[in-house]
């Protein structure tokens, strides 16, 4: 089992209240960021482009806490920067946990062992370690831009899941990324003892000083999907929604729900959703009233949302389907019941994609046929070195 059944109960019970309600418009995870540094400098990080007199700012935990009250969610996510270099992150999540939610602490796991070993967590239902690995060993050293990040990361995996800690990856595909390894990816994590993985296209953030490694066309997106989630392996666990997966493998189309995740961070609640910046306001009430959602989604013709495919705008879409109308519960239970989708298109290109060059020399527009691996690997090394 993936997720606690106490879990999904918490989040369906919460769902189906928000709909009695009759609020059209409902977050579903809050994301908490109590700090934008990293002990990493990633290619595709949006976050850590801050000046240093910002990236030495962080929330305290009655920030946090007030916080998660007012926007009401079961779930808390906490991605960051690092939460692991908050000097008060346990403190934080303690809280949270008191308050009731669930708590996923996204982390790049550098920290992770050392932070257990100091005795900061104790292993908690609420509690679950979501680790960023964007991939196999060179595909997420790669990504970081560090080697040996990997191994670090998945030490720390097997450590804390040794002793009982619920462990999630998050992981974000970047263009040019090989289906096939994404495919042993899912075994090495599932070897590893993990939960379940989210996967989720990368976004072109404006503060992105690397604009050219993102997955920008759709059709590339779900074939990519296509080709990663079709024909799965029984043991594969994801942590996300059977239908959020098939609207990625191009199975459903959907419109962004921007609130569904809504962001609090130093600077207040971000307008109007993780990745955009349209500005930020004190409250989350403010959030919800003074954010004019109609200019988001690929309806409007916002040009900022027409190749965006990320979870944290689609999950919720995808979830609230579930919950919105008995064919959206079916298509839910069926997507869980049967989740082989057997395709053998997608096995043919799979194998035609094992034939091409992949991998970070292919990103770094390196050929394929050189005359000198070492040459190719010295180039590499630089090139990570440098970004
Ligand atoms: S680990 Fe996450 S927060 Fe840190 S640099 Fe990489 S993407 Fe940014
Ligand atoms: S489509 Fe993407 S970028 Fe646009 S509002 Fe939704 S989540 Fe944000």
Redesign the pocket.
């Known amino acids: 089992m993936p997720v606690p059944v106490s879990q999904m109960w918490a989040v369906a019970k919460y769902v189906i209240t928000q709909k009695l309600k009759g609020r059209k418009r409902y977050p579903l995870v809050m994301q908490l960021e109590p700090l934008f540094r990293?002990n990493?400098?990633?290619a595709?990080?949006g976050?850590?482009q801050y000046p240093a007199h910002i990236l030495k700012r962080q929330l305290t935990p009655e920030q946090c806490w007030k916080a998660a009250e007012e926007c009401g969610t079961p779930v808390v996510a906490i991605?960051?920067?690092?939460p692991m270099l908050h000097p008060q992150i346990s403190q934080i999540v303690q809280g949270l946990i008191d308050r009731k939610r669930y708590v996923y602490v996204c982390t790049?796991a550098l920290l992770l062992k050392e932070k257990i070993e100091a005795g900061w967590f104790k292993p908690n239902e609420r509690l679950t370690f979501s680790v960023?690995m964007d991939g196999q060993e060179e595909h997420h050293d790669f990504a970081?831009c560090r080697e040996g990040t990997y191994k670090t990361a998945v030490e720390a995996i097997k450590f804390a899941v040794d002793r009982g800690f619920r462990v999630t990856t998050n992981t974000t595909l970047f263009e040019g990324a090989d289906p096939n390894s994404v495919r042993a990816f899912m075994d090495e994590m599932m070897a590893l003892g993990v939960e379940g993985c989210m996967l989720s296209p990368g976004y072109a953030y404006p503060k992105a000083p690397d604009q050219k490694s993102f997955m920008t066309e759709r059709k590339k997106v779900t074939d990519f999907f296509r080709m990663v989630l079709s024909n799965r392996k029984p043991h594969w666990q994801f942590n996300a929604s059977p239908l959020f997966m098939e609207y990625l493998m191009g199975k459903r189309d959907y419109e962004c729900t921007p609130w569904g995740l809504p962001t609090y961070c130093i600077f207040g609640w971000q307008k109007p959703c993780y990745l955009l910046q349209d500005g930020y306001v004190d409250t989350f009430k403010e959030l919800m009233e003074t954010t004019e959602w109609e200019r988001y989604g690929r309806k409007s013709g916002n040009t900022a949302c027409q190749q965006c495919m990320v979870h944290c705008g689609y999950e919720p879409t995808a979830v609230d389907h579930t919950f919105s109308s008995l064919s959206g519960f079916l298509a839910t239970a069926k997507a869980t019941l049967f989740s082989s989708y057997k395709d053998p298109e997608a096995e043919r290109m799979l194998a035609q994609e094992a034939t091409k060059p992949h991998g970070p020399l292919v990103q770094l527009g390196i050929s394929a046929t050189p005359k000198s691996a070492s040459a190719k690997s010295e180039r590499a090394a630089s090139t990570v070195g440098a970004a």
């Open positions: 990293c990493l400098a990633c595709g990080c976050k850590i991605p960051g920067g690092e790049n960023h970081v």
